[in-house]
């Protein structure tokens, strides 16, 4: 069972482009979580979803940030017009609903550096 | 209230010794506490974790603390290897799924 898969793992974006960030959660698992860790710091919650539905977006900025989690693919997290404060590393993380949440397995991440 | 923090924010032993990373919470609604190990460039691992109904827990060389009337519990590596050298991460759990994780402790091992 392959784990979860980020793509891809350096994502270079010049201010006022837009970032796509994917993620494939573990086979069988329908909850994903999606984090930003800026150097230095711990992991910071920004969404909860599971297929199809936003369950808990309240790490999310208001503005410029989206996420979905589509019945088939990849969870994306979209950041539209970005500026510098949003380089940091992004970190998928996924679950099986037996689970509960109460492990979380990461993928590797992705480095989004904005010049 | 949804913060969980962590110390130190460094810690330096020597091969064999017991590094202690200690947490502290604030909101009484959180039911899990997980320990995750984070290498340079991978993502964080889950190491162990505990609930808030019992007071220890070991798997392996990994011991969590927990003292609910505190508000704190801990992480304590018996007979630290330098492979053990990481960054370590206490995190705290609502029934809502949503983890509030601390700002981490770079552990290094000296051989």
């Known amino acids: 069972n392959a784990g979860v898969m980020q793509n891809p793992r350096h994502l270079v974006r010049r201010r006022g482009q837009e970032a796509r960030l994917r993620c494939s959660p573990m086979k069988g698992h329908s909850h994903v979580y999606w984090y930003r860790q800026l150097p230095e710091e711990g992991l910071k919650f920004m969404v909860y979803?599971?297929?199809?539905?936003?369950?808990?977006e309240s790490g999310m900025p208001k503005e410029r940030f989206s996420a979905e989690f589509p019945k088939e693919g990849p969870s994306i997290l979209r950041i539209q017009q970005v500026v510098r404060g949003d380089s940091a590393a992004y970190f998928c993380?996924?679950?099986?609903?037996?689970?509960?949440?109460?492990?979380?397995?990461f993928g590797p991440g992705t480095r989004l550096t904005v010049l | 209230q949804q913060q969980v923090k962590q110390s130190p924010q460094s810690l330096i032993v020597q091969k064999g010794g017991i590094p202690i990373i200690n947490c502290a919470y604030e909101n009484t609604a959180f039911d899990y506490f997980p320990w995750y190990q984070q290498f340079p460039g991978k993502g964080p691992a889950l190491l162990i974790a505990i609930r808030p109904d019992v007071s220890e827990k070991k798997e392996g060389r990994f011991t969590i603390s927990f003292n609910k009337s505190a508000k704190q519990f801990s992480l304590h590596i018996m007979d630290s290897q330098p492979g053990d050298s990481a960054t370590y991460f206490c995190?705290?759990?609502?029934?809502?799924?949503?983890?509030?994780f601390g700002a981490g402790t770079r552990l290094f091992v000296k051989a």
């Open positions: 993380a996924s679950s099986p609903p037996w689970l509960a949440g109460d492990e979380q397995f």
């Open positions: 979803l599971q297929k199809e539905n936003i369950i808990d």
């Open positions: 995190a705290a759990r609502t029934g809502g799924f949503k983890t509030i």
